[in-house]
């Protein structure tokens, strides 16, 4: 079946560590997206990328990173520089151009212990 | 930059009854997409509707339907025959058609549905 996978979906992570999400997609999609969802924020956009080996900024990308080195993977590492990561972190792709919707992975649920 | 606003934190309605959810937005650009998303208590985001700019016509999809002004840059999504299974998050969200093309949300509506 084709879809997006995200992994874990419950992470723990000691103040300090740097922690990598994974997101997977086989839907040969072109362009994928991080967000950080928190309660009464909606969705907001950590990083995006259009094409292997490139990605943009989204309006929160301080203390994250990422990296697209196969059209498939686009993972997210939360650094120990982000001073509040606890949140739950969804992946999305789409193809680019036109009116297609992105598919969203499951989630993963971050939180510093 | 673009931004999305939903101005309805929470919204109820009863069973079989229609509402409206609201959504404005904020942009230059004339080439754009509308999009209403659903996230159920799963968390998983499914799409509801979606709307292109350079149309006129509002979108439907069977009880779901948007009025779409674009002068007014209002993008509403109204509920007809309200079902309890519709009671979720709902997320307006905005993508450009050219450039970065990146995908933006607004903060999102609770939608109750009373038996």
């Known amino acids: 079946d084709g879809g997006i996978t995200q992994s874990p979906k419950y992470l723990f992570r000691k103040e300090g560590q740097n922690v990598t999400l994974s997101c997977e997609q086989n839907l040969n999609h072109d362009a994928m997206y991080w967000y950080r969802q928190d309660p009464g924020q909606g969705l907001r956009l950590i990083y995006y990328?259009?094409?292997?080996?490139?990605?943009q900024k989204g309006d929160i990308a301080e203390g994250y990173s990422v990296s697209r080195e196969k059209k498939e993977s686009f993972p997210l590492t939360v650094t120990s520089a982000q001073k509040n990561p606890t949140a739950f972190y969804l992946c999305a792709s789409s193809m680019w151009g036109g009116s297609t919707e992105a598919f969203f992975g499951q989630g993963t649920r971050l939180t510093v212990v | 930059a673009q931004t999305v606003t939903q101005s309805q934190p929470e919204m109820s309605v009863q069973e079989a009854e229609t509402v409206t959810l609201s959504c404005t937005y904020d942009?230059?650009?004339?080439?754009?997409?509308l999009f209403w998303y659903k996230q159920p208590p799963s968390r998983q985001m499914i799409l509801v509707i979606r709307?292109?700019?350079?149309?006129?016509q509002n979108a439907t999809e069977n009880r779901f339907s948007v009025n779409f002004q674009k002068a007014a840059k209002s993008f509403s999504l109204k509920i007809s025959d309200s079902q309890l299974g519709d009671a979720a998050m709902y997320f307006c969200?905005?993508?450009?058609?050219?450039?970065?093309?990146?995908?933006?949300f607004g903060q999102g509506t609770r939608l109750t549905i009373n038996p």
């Open positions: 942009t230059s650009e004339s080439d754009y997409y």
């Open positions: 969200a905005y993508r450009s058609a050219d450039g970065a093309q990146k995908l933006v």
């Open positions: 709307q292109e700019a350079y149309k006129q």
């Open positions: 990328s259009q094409i292997v080996n490139d990605f």
